[in-house]
């Protein structure tokens, strides 16, 4: 049961992330066919986070009352019509609208899977399944690189979305008979009915609650400043400072993807073993940081160092299923739906508030002309990157911890 769990939850995840993650292989391409720059490209890929941040509620109190099977399964039915939506555009705005589709539709391939793996195995193995699922999705990663960059050039963008929208059709039948309304032969759903504005009330309860508080930085904070890397900056920063082909950016990046791929399986069950989350989180995080930081100092490091210290970006965001964790651990069962909503939404809000704000950093500069960006231009978002990601982790360190065994 468990093995086919993380086939269904897992290869929809690996979609959630490959779509997150291609605007950084995409960058050049739309920048030659629809004319946009550093600050568009920074909210086309904010837009997908943003409409995955606001459909948190709606979709939390969702899944509370009519289960993971069928909130997944419809949902998904966005996403392919954002796919083609994409595929078709010929403005900006096109674009944004088919990524913000996209996000609204990938919205609970994250939380649905927390919600099963909350309430139909015990709460000590929950940093463990999560860490799973975020390693099987993370391969999604590993297809935005260079596998995509390869589809892109044989197919061409437009029609390469075509083909993931007709693929990602084919998800739903998945969802809808392939979950069970019980697992584990626990209900999956609560059964409780709530209009919005309930929801809302509870939603600013768990806001309320000053447990939360020092963790909410982080988890704003934690994915976003690496997604916008992996997602949005990676790309342009090897053409642009390295000259690198579209296929070899995608070869780093593709290096980055598989540390996403370990950095959950390193990091998951830690929290076990040392009987401690905050003090997995602070080391892994840390790492992260300080390679943010000698990004910014070296004007332009040897190309050797390169994926190395994005290979050691990825892994050590690891680290993030455990805060994750430690987020979940501060609720009961009958609550967690609410409160893994809230951290959800700062989550993803953190990473649709940062790509954009990356990108008007990056608009300080000015790009050559061929449309390229300054090294300094790069050297100033790490930096941006890595104090945000610093003061929040500075915060997070004021925060009790939270033993997986009391």
Known sequence: MLLRLFVILGSTYILSQFLRNTVAVLASAL????AIGSE?????TGAFFLAFALTQLPMGLALDRFGPRRVMAILTIPIAVGCAVFAMAETAQGLFIGRALMGIGCSPLLMGPMVIFARAFPQEHFATYTSWHLAIGNTGILLATTPFAILLDAMGWRMSFWAVAIVTALFVPMLWFGLGDKINGRPMSSGRIEGLGAGIVGLLAVMKDKRLWPLMPLLFCGYGSVAAITALWGGPYLADVYGLSRVGQGNVLLLM???????PLLFGPLDRRFNTRKWVVIPGCLVVIAVFVLFS???KPPFWMVPVWFFLIAVGTGYFSVSVAHARALYPDHAVGRGMTVSNMLVMAGVGVLQPLSGLVAGFYDVDIAGALPVEAYRAIFLFLGLSLALSLAVYAT?????VQP
């Open 257 to 263: 993807a598989v540390g996403a791929v370990i950095g």
């Open 399 to 403: 925060a009790p911890d939270r033993p």
């Open 40 to 44: 568009e490209l920074g909210a086309l």
């Open 297 to 299: 100092i070296f004007v």
């Open 31 to 34: 920048g030659r066919d629809i």
